[in-house]
């Protein structure tokens, strides 16, 4: 089995260019690769074209990258709690594609699994079906979906072997799994790094042949976004 570890973050992300296409793993700031952006904060890459459900907050996750204006693009479904994100789409700084959340899941699973394009009745009649071919299927009005890849796709992943394979936790598995699949290159950081072997082939989620580099993250704040509680009457 080939071994696959890097010493850390700024290794794992040496090569990741200005203008790279990037997809990063999570769902809200649950799962997100918090020691590679902090990273390519620190690298200072421009020009990024960033493929995220969603884009942080304005001090952490993505949010870190837009307050540095390091990101060109965002595709992404939700605009979140970043008010630094809302503010550069109105005022025409950042290009964004907002993409249903279904039809961004399957966009990247596709990428991944080698399919092209699909078709899918999200956002017929909307302003997400401009310039898209239509079909009818079984008396339904259908879009045609193009595939989402990228040069690097970033993860995060509770736990992973030296050859790669992973193992996600709870809301974490949303899209960091179909993520690591479809970029050309596949950056995985873990809470905790094994040796090869010690994982249960029956528990690994993404098999090591989609994953090129792995370490094992350091500090990990894993913020929640929106805190709620009540109090007891």
Not at 100 to 127: D, H, K, N, S
Not at 190 to 219: A, C, M, S, W
Request: include cysteine; charge should be negative; glycine fraction near 12%.
């Amino acid at each position: 089995m080939i071994n696959k570890e890097v010493g850390n973050a700024d290794e794992a992300i040496h090569d990741i260019a200005d203008n790279s296409t990037l997809m990063l793993g999570g769902f809200g700031l649950c799962g997100i690769p918090e020691n590679c952006i902090a990273a390519l904060v620190r690298k200072g890459t421009k020009g990024l074209t960033c493929i995220s459900n969603n884009a942080g907050v304005d001090d952490f996750g993505i949010g870190l990258m837009l307050k540095t204006r390091q990101v060109k693009k965002m595709i992404s479904s939700y605009v979140g709690e970043n008010a630094e994100f809302e503010r550069q789409l109105l005022s025409g700084e950042l290009e964004v594609d907002l993409i249903p959340q279904g039809t961004l899941a399957e966009r990247v699973r596709a990428g991944g699994a080698g399919i092209p394009a699909f078709f899918t009745p999200a956002g017929y009649g909307t302003e997400v079906a401009e310039g898209k071919e239509v079909r009818e299927f079984n008396g339904k009005m259908h879009l045609l979906e193009s595939w989402l890849k990228a040069d690097f796709a970033l993860v995060k992943a509770w736990k992973g072997d030296k050859s790669g394979n992973l193992v996600f936790k709870g809301t974490a598995r949303n899209f960091n799994p179909m993520m690591a699949m479809a970029g050309k290159i596949t950056i995985a950081e873990v809470e905790e790094l094994v040796e090869i072997g010690e994982l249960d082939p029956n528990q690994i989620h993404t098999p090591g042949i989609y994953v090129q580099r792995i370490f094992e993250g350091k500090n990990y704040e894993k913020r929640i976004e929106q805190r709620t509680t009540r109090i007891k009457e």
